[in-house]
């Protein structure tokens, strides 16, 4: 199966590459992307939107062999994306993994993470609660900050129109990390702001990774093996 991997903020197409080697070892073929303006530090970020960052997933899933279907893994605020791409190409998506992510966004108009003009950079580690970092040592804080890049400032603040309601039939995983399936039920069920698409869903699996919110670096393994079931189960 060809899988998808959409990157969350900060991350590029590198953030996966302890994971693809064992996705490719089990048959799959892997498409990692870099989405628009995370091209490197430098890249021009100013008129980037959370749109565009859709269109490059929705360009990735039409660039896969005619009528193939191909497995979204979005991280994060990637999962977003991969929720919204789902929707734009739903007869040629298979299913849909959240890692340490989730289909909706509050309804938000500013960053909750400190913005620099038009970019928003990675937070020092501090910023972000134990649950979150717990199991990034040093050397592993040091690498995902050394591949970041600042993410555009209004892909992390637009919102977004998700279109078909037949997405809530899509095979999903849901992989909780830095919190279990059952707080995110609770939440749901209190009908939490962004919590509005999970209540909506259908065909889900959850799955409980019991790590931070950044698995693909600290627990590449499991990592790996949720993404395996889920292409299975698609």
């Given at each position: 199966?060809?899988?998808?991997?959409?990157?969350?903020?900060?991350?590029?197409?590198?953030?996966?590459?302890?994971?693809?080697?064992?996705?490719?070892?089990?048959?799959?073929?892997?498409?990692?992307?870099?989405?628009?303006?995370?091209?490197?530090?430098?890249?021009?970020?100013?008129?980037?939107?959370?749109?565009?960052?859709?269109?490059?997933?929705?360009?990735?899933?039409?660039?896969?062999?005619?009528?193939?279907?191909?497995?979204?893994?979005?991280?994060?605020?990637?999962?977003?994306?991969?929720?919204?791409?789902?929707?734009?190409?739903?007869?040629?998506?298979?299913?849909?993994?959240?890692?340490?992510?989730?289909?909706?966004?509050?309804?938000?108009?500013?960053?909750?993470?400190?913005v620099d003009g038009d970019d928003v950079p990675l937070?020092?580690?501090?910023?972000?609660?134990?649950?979150?970092?717990?199991?990034?040592?040093?050397?592993?804080?040091?690498?995902?900050?050394?591949?970041?890049?600042?993410?555009?400032?209004?892909?992390?603040?637009?919102?977004?129109?998700?279109?078909?309601?037949?997405?809530?039939?899509?095979?999903?995983?849901?992989?909780?990390?830095?919190?279990?399936?059952?707080?995110?039920?609770?939440?749901?069920?209190?009908?939490?702001?962004?919590?509005?698409?999970?209540?909506?869903?259908?065909?889900?699996?959850?799955?409980?990774?019991?790590?931070?919110?950044?698995?693909?670096?600290?627990?590449?393994?499991?990592?790996?093996?949720?993404?395996?079931?889920?292409?299975?189960?698609?």
């Amino acid at each position: 199966m060809d899988i998808i991997l959409i990157p969350g903020l900060w991350l590029t197409a590198r953030s996966w590459d302890d994971v693809v080697p064992r996705l490719e070892e089990a048959g799959h073929t892997t498409h990692p992307l870099t989405l628009p303006g995370m091209e490197s530090v430098d890249a021009d970020r100013s008129g980037v939107t959370r749109q565009q960052h859709v269109d490059a997933v929705v360009a990735a899933i039409d660039a896969v062999g005619a009528g193939a279907k191909v497995l979204l893994v979005g991280h994060s605020m990637g999962g977003v994306l991969a929720w919204a791409a789902a929707a734009a190409r739903l007869d040629r998506v298979a299913g849909v993994v959240f890692l340490a992510s989730e289909p909706g966004i509050p309804d938000e108009s500013e960053s909750m993470f400190p913005v620099d003009g038009d970019d928003v950079p990675l937070p020092d580690w501090d910023f972000f609660d134990d649950e979150m970092v717990a199991d990034l040592d040093d050397t592993l804080r040091q690498r995902i900050r050394a591949e970041s890049v600042p993410s555009p400032r209004r892909a992390v603040t637009d919102g977004l129109a998700f279109g078909d309601d037949r997405r809530h039939d899509l095979p999903v995983a849901m992989v909780t990390a830095e919190y279990d399936a059952a707080q995110l039920k609770e939440w749901t069920d209190a009908g939490e702001s962004g919590t509005e698409e999970i209540a909506a869903l259908r065909n889900v699996e959850w799955v409980d990774l019991h790590s931070g919110h950044w698995p693909q670096y600290s627990r590449v393994d499991d990592t790996a093996r949720v993404i395996l079931d889920a292409a299975a189960r698609a």
